[in-house]
């Protein structure tokens, strides 16, 4: 069975730093690795999604990279602001053996950036 | 298009009442999932179907829970009859596809069963 953890469970910065928040799964064979994140009370807005062939996205200041083979994806947030609060959460989705797609989330990084 | 629309956006009802939480997809979109998230499990798909068809229920908790989709814009998640457990917020999502496409998630459906 699949498992995600992500680490740290809450992070507290000063705006303006850069920050790398982590993904860890169990099984390698996925199939993508989703980044999310959600604001108090609300939805989920995906940021990135990496294929299991590629190696990295980047949109604006959000760079995600996976190692599939260590069964781990990276979350690096750059000039961090009080706007990028919020929770992010990683979410797998098993490869071709794996049967269905349920995708498997970890618990969450609470993000506060504070001015 | 307005995203993922689900209704209501609170809910509190008392303990073995039926309710009934709706959504409406993406047009276009084939895909539909249902997920609970709580603080003790975090975030749990329930149920997801695709072109209206339930594909895998693995993950509905018991049988008070059950979920239909009648046609391509419209499903409905029902529990009957709730109990104080069931309390949580209730997401669903749609995609367009189900290899190397997005999720996109509505608001969610704050629960609570007193």
């Given at each position: 069975?699949?498992?995600?953890?992500?680490?740290?469970?809450?992070?507290?910065?000063?705006?303006?730093?850069?920050?790398?928040?982590?993904?860890?799964?169990?099984?390698?064979?996925?199939?993508?690795?989703?980044?999310?994140?959600?604001?108090?009370?609300?939805?989920?807005?995906?940021?990135?999604?990496?294929?299991?062939?590629?190696?990295?996205?980047?949109?604006?200041?959000?760079?995600?990279?996976?190692?599939?083979?260590?069964?781990?994806?990276?979350?690096?947030?750059?000039?961090?602001?009080?706007?990028?609060?919020?929770?992010?959460?990683?979410?797998?989705?098993?490869?071709?053996?794996?049967?269905?797609?349920?995708?498997?989330?970890?618990?969450?990084?609470?993000?506060?950036?504070?001015? | 298009?307005?995203?993922?629309?689900?209704?209501?956006?609170?809910?509190?009802?008392?303990?073995?009442?039926?309710?009934?939480?709706?959504?409406?997809?993406?047009?276009?979109?084939?895909?539909?999932?249902?997920?609970?998230?709580?603080?003790?499990?975090?975030?749990?798909?329930?149920?997801?179907?695709?072109?209206?068809?339930?594909?895998?229920?693995?993950?509905?908790?018991?049988?008070?829970?059950?979920?239909?989709?009648?046609?391509?814009?419209?499903?409905?998640?029902?529990?009957?009859?709730?109990?104080?457990?069931?309390?949580?917020?209730?997401?669903?999502?749609?995609?367009?596809?189900?290899?190397?496409?997005?999720?996109?998630?509505?608001?969610?459906?704050?629960l609570t069963v007193v």
């Amino acid at each position: 069975k699949q498992e995600v953890t992500q680490i740290p469970a809450a992070l507290s910065v000063p705006e303006g730093e850069n920050l790398v928040l982590n993904c860890s799964f169990t099984d390698s064979a996925i199939y993508n690795l989703q980044w999310f994140r959600q604001d108090p009370g609300k939805g989920l807005t995906s940021l990135l999604l990496i294929q299991s062939s590629q190696r990295e996205q980047t949109s604006g200041r959000l760079n995600a990279s996976l190692d599939k083979s260590s069964g781990r994806s990276t979350l690096y947030i750059a000039a961090s602001q009080p706007g990028d609060s919020a929770t992010y959460l990683c979410a797998v989705r098993p490869g071709p053996s794996g049967g269905s797609y349920i995708p498997t989330f970890g618990r969450g990084t609470s993000l506060i950036v504070h001015p | 298009d307005a995203g993922v629309i689900q209704s209501p956006r609170h809910e509190v009802t008392e303990m073995g009442q039926e309710v009934t939480l709706r959504c409406k997809p993406i047009s276009g979109h084939d895909y539909l999932f249902w997920y609970r998230q709580t603080m003790m499990r975090g975030l749990e798909l329930l149920i997801y179907f695709n072109n209206n068809v339930p594909i895998d229920d693995s993950g509905m908790p018991e049988d008070r829970f059950s979920a239909k989709m009648p046609n391509a814009s419209f499903s409905t998640l029902k529990i009957q009859p709730s109990e104080p457990r069931d309390s949580a917020v209730y997401f669903c999502a749609s995609s367009p596809g189900n290899s190397n496409t997005e999720a996109f998630f509505g608001q969610g459906t704050r629960l609570t069963v007193v």
